[in-house]
């Protein structure tokens, strides 16, 4: 179906594109007379029917847009994050650039290497593609990474919990991110020249009601993604992801939290110049396109699709 929407502009004003939209899956609740918080898909992947792609032919928007999800610390989901359509953005100078893989039909890097730890010794695997979805709330890695991963945290001095290959305990329960910090070593992923993103423990594992840390990645090839590894929701927590399809590229800046200003984590440093993007810029509202989109982020575990 097609319907008229008003979207309010960073300027002040306002546009009103006419849209096809679809519908989301269908969703059950466990809970018969329960009403669930929101639910439904916000469609800005490549097709030409996502609302992103249909925004630009319609000549509002170019063909760039990004988010930042704010984390989950301290056990409660904070009321942050946004999403962004759009080039008129003030990115962080700690913004990276890597390579968008063109030849599929989702966001993905080209090629990149996964590290367990900042070292090389600490190399879990090389040219791995990777998609990127934060409408999916875990990461997944093939089984060569996901089980030298398990391999990797098992020189832990930390204890197997019974019956679950992917979660740990130690002489005290976890409670808090630094517990996490003290125990677990950042991942790391790397593609082309660009800085490496890290993702630390809290971004990859959870803390569960009885105290013991468990992967948030799973064995994508255990989930029929076969020789596809993903970095879903959790693992993008505190980052700001942009998505260039004008220039093919994908960015990303860890930042200290999703309010603006942005503020990047201090050990990024890495600076490159913002794209030219010719006569696009030139139309009269070049400067004003930008829809800035409040996320709740207590949706954290639900589909958002793009």
């Known amino acids: 179906m097609t319907d008229s929407f008003t979207l309010h502009l960073k300027d002040g004003s306002s546009i009103h594109p006419t849209l096809a939209i679809g519908c989301s ?15 439904g898909m916000l469609g800005l992947g490549k097709g030409r029917i996502s609302i992103l792609s249909q925004l630009h032919e319609q000549g509002h928007f170019s063909n760039i847009f990004g988010h930042c999800l704010s984390s989950n610390s301290g056990g409660e989901l904070t009321k942050s994050g946004f999403l962004f359509i759009g080039e008129d953005f003030n990115y962080p100078r700690c913004l990276t650039w890597v390579p968008m893989s063109s030849d599929v039909s989702h966001y993905s890097l080209r090629t990149a290497e996964v590290m367990y730890g900042d070292h090389e010794q600490s190399l879990l695997g090389g040219n791995q593609a990777f998609a990127i979805d934060s409408g999916t709330t875990d990461t997944y890695f093939v089984d060569s990474l996901y089980q030298q991963l398990l391999t990797k945290i098992a020189e832990m001095p930390l204890q197997k919990v019974v019956g679950d290959d ?24 790397k593609s082309g020249n660009g800085q490496a993103l890290e993702i630390p423990p809290e971004n990859y594992l959870n803390i569960m009601e009885d105290g013991d840390a468990c992967l948030a ?38 930042v200290t939290g999703c309010t603006q200003p942005l503020n990047c984590l201090p050990y990024t440093e890495h600076i490159e110049t913002l794209p030219n993007y010719g006569n696009f810029a030139n139309k009269k509202f070049h400067n004003h396109l930008l829809l800035l989109i409040l996320l709740l982020l207590e949706t954290i575990n639900e589909i958002l699709l793009i």
């Not at 979660?167 to 329960?173: I, V």
Request: glycine share 4%.
């Open 217 to 254: 990645i799973l064995n994508g090839s255990a989930h029929d993604l076969n020789n596809f590894n993903l970095i879903g929701a959790i693992s993008m927590q505190n980052v700001l992801v942009v998505y260039d399809n004008e220039q093919q590229k994908i960015g990303w800046a860890p």
């Open 166 to 189: 992917d979660c740990w305990k130690d002489t005290r329960p976890f409670r808090f991110i630094t517990d996490l910090r003290n125990h677990f070593s950042s991942l790391y992923l």
């Open 25 to 39: 899956k269908y969703y059950s609740s466990k809970e018969p007379n329960s009403q669930s918080i929101t639910h």
